[in-house]
C-alpha cells in the first residue's frame, strides 16, 4: 500500500457530512506498524524518564523507547545522557538490569568496559588491536540523536535533525507547567512503578486516556464507590450532579502537533489541592493551606485550573499524564500492532507531607493500578476492540463526536465527552505518516 496515494488515506474527515473515521488497518497491520516505526517513532520526540529517576551521580534505568534499547543514565560528572544499549564490539547489550547505579558498563561477552560516559576504558584483550583502534571514539557507546528535556522531563528523539523539544511540545509545555507548578520544590517520581502488558494497539490506550465519553459507562463501578464514600456527608449528590454536568464543564483541548488535554471536573478530590469531606477532617487544613499557597504564587484563577481540573494529557504520540486524583506518567510501549507494555508512575511534589502523600499513592493505586477501579475495565475495553478490528471485516472506526470543524483540529477545543481531541491526534498521525508533516528544521 502506497500511503502517499490519497486513496489510501487512513484517516478520513468530512466536515459537511460530520464525518471523522480510522480505518481500522491502523490498529492491526504490520505494514503500516513497521512505516510508524520509523516515521512516528523514528521523527517524534518520545519520553525517555524524569531527571528525578536519577538522583546519585551512576543511578541509571534501561528502557526500551520506540522499539529501541536504551540506557538512560546521570554520569560520574553529573550529566545526564542516554545510549543506545549495545555493545560497540559484536552487539550484546551492555546493560541488563532495569535500574541501578554503576560506574562503569562490563560487556557480559566479551568484556569490553565503557565508563558511565559512554567512553570504551578497556577491551580487556591479551593482544589483537592496533594502539589506535578507538582513537576517534566510534567504539564509545552510541549516544542517542538527541536528548532534551523539559521542566526535568527527559525525551529523546532518533532523528538529529528534528525539531527542538520546547517547538515540539506547543501548547503540552503550559500543561506539564500545571503539573510541575504544584510542588514548591520539584516533582519527582515516587519509587516503584507498574508495568503490565496489554493485548491492543498502542492508539487504543491513548484514545482511552483521555476519552469523557467512555467515563460513565466503563467506570460505573468506580462513581458506585465514590458514593459509597460520599454517603452521610455533605457533599453526598455530588457524584450524581457531576455526572449530569460533565459535559457542561471543563474541555477537550488540542495544544497543538496532535498533543491534547482534557480538562474535566470529577469530585475524587485531589492532594493538590482539593479537600472532600470523604477525604477526612484531618486533611483539611493541610490540602487548603496547600491551596492557599497556589493562590498567592499564581492567582486565583490559575491556582483554580490546578487545584480542581483533572486534566488528562497525551503528548503525541505515546505518553499520558494523568493529573487526576493523584498524577500518573504513563509510557505506552508498541510491541507489536497488537501488543503493548505500559509503564506507569506515580509523581507528586518532592515536599510532601507523610499523610498527603500515603493518600495520593492509595488513590494512584485505587483507581489507576492495573487492579484499580479503572484499569482492568479500561483494559478490557481495549482488547475487545483490538480482537474485534482483527476478526470482522467492518473496515472504519467512527471517531466524529463534536466534529463541527471546518479546518484543522489541531488547536480547537471542544465539550470534554466529545471526540476532539483523539481528531486532533489522529490528524497528526496522518500527517506524519505520509511524511506531510516532517519535525525536521530548516
Ligand atoms: S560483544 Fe561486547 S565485548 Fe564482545
Ligand atoms: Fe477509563
Known amino acids: ?19 471523522f ?13 513497521e512505516r510508524e516505526k520509523a516515521l512516528i517513532f523514528g521523527k517524534c520526540w518520545l519520553y525517555l524518564g524524569h531527571g528525578s529517576e536519577l538522583n546519585k551521580k551512576g543511578d541509571f534505568v534501561t528502557r526500551r523507547v520506540g522499539g529501541r534499547d536504551i540506557i538512560f543514565i546521570r554520569d560520574k560528572s553529573g550529566e545526564i545522557g542516554a545510549f543506545f544499549n549495545t555493545c560497540t564490539h559484536r552487539g550484546a547489550k551492555v546493560c541488563r538490569e532495569r535500574n541501578g547505579n554503576a560506574r562503569n558498563f562490563s560487556c557480559p561477552y566479551h568484556g569490553w568496559v565503557f565508563s558511565s560516559e ?37 525525551f529523546i528523539n532518533y532523528n538529529p535533525n528534528a525539531i527542538s523539544l520546547h517547538d515540539y511540545l506547543a501548547g503540552a509545555r503550559d500543561a506539564i507547567d500545571a503539573v510541575c507548578d504544584q510542588a514548591e520544590t520539584e516533582q519527582v517520581i515516587l519509587s516503584g512503578e507498574h508495568s503490565y502488558s496489554i493485548r491492543a494497539n498502542y492508539k487504543l490506550l491513548v484514545e482511552n486516556s483521555y476519552d469523557g465519553y467512555h467515563l460513565v459507562s466503563v467506570h460505573a ?19 450524581d450532579d457531576t455526572i449530569a454536568s460533565y459535559n457542561t464543564r471543563g ?8 498533543h491534547a488535554v482534557l480538562d474535566s471536573y470529577v469530585p475524587t478530590g ?18 487548603e493551606a496547600r491551596r492557599a499557597q497556589l493562590i498567592a504564587r499564581y492567582g486565583e484563577e490559575r491556582a483554580d485550573y490546578i487545584a480542581d481540573t483533572q486534566k488528562n494529557l497525551v503528548i503525541f504520540p505515546n505518553l499520558v499524564i494523568n493529573d487526576i486524583m493523584s498524577i500518573t506518567v504513563r509510557y505506552i510501549e508498541p510491541e507489536a500492532p497488537d501488543f503493548i507494555k505500559v509503564t506507569a508512575w506515580a509523581m507528586g511534589p518532592a515536599e510532601e507531607s507523610e499523610e498527603l502523600r500515603a493518600m495520593r499513592l492509595d488513590q494512584f493505586v485505587s483507581f489507576l493500578g492495573p487492579a484499580g ?18 476478526h470482522t471485516p467492518v473496515e472504519w472506526s467512527e471517531l466524529s463526536k463534536g466534529m463541527d470543524w471546518t479546518d484543522d483540529p489541531r488547536t480547537l477545543s471542544s465539550a470534554p465527552d466529545n471526540e476532539l481531541q483523539m481528531q486532533a491526534y489522529w490528524t497528526q498521525w496522518d500527517r506524519v505518516i505520509r511524511g506531510i508533516e516532517k519535525l525536521e528544521r530548516e
Not at 594502539?131 to 538527541?146: K, S, T
Open 118 to 154: 559512554g567512553k570504551l576504558v578497556t577491551t580487556n584483550a591479551n593482544g589483537g588491536y592496533g594502539e589506535d583502534l578507538n582513537a576517534d571514539g566510534h567504539l564509545d557507546l552510541r549516544r542517542v540523536p538527541r536528548l532534551e528535556n523539559y521542566r526535568n522531563f527527559y
Open 21 to 33: 473515521r480510522v480505518h481500522r488497518s491502523a490498529y492491526k497491520s504490520q505494514e503500516i506498524f
Open 1 to 19: 500500500m502506497a500511503l502517499e496515494d490519497p486513496q489510501w488515506a487512513l484517516v478520513q474527515a468530512d466536515p459537511e457530512k460530520r464525518s
Open 221 to 239: 463501578s468506580y462513581f458506585d464507590h465514590l458514593r459509597d464514600q460520599f454517603a452521610g456527608t455533605p457533599a453526598a449528590s455530588m457524584i
Open 270 to 287: 485531589r492532594p493538590v489541592a482539593q479537600w472532600l469531606p470523604s477525604m477526612g477532617a484531618h486533611l483539611k487544613a493541610p490540602i
Open 251 to 258: 474541555a477537550a483541548r488540542g495544544l497543538g502537533m496532535g
Open 373 to 390: 477501579f479503572g484499569s482492568p475495565d479500561d483494559i478490557e475495553m481495549l482488547e475487545i476492540c483490538q480482537d474485534a478490528a482483527q
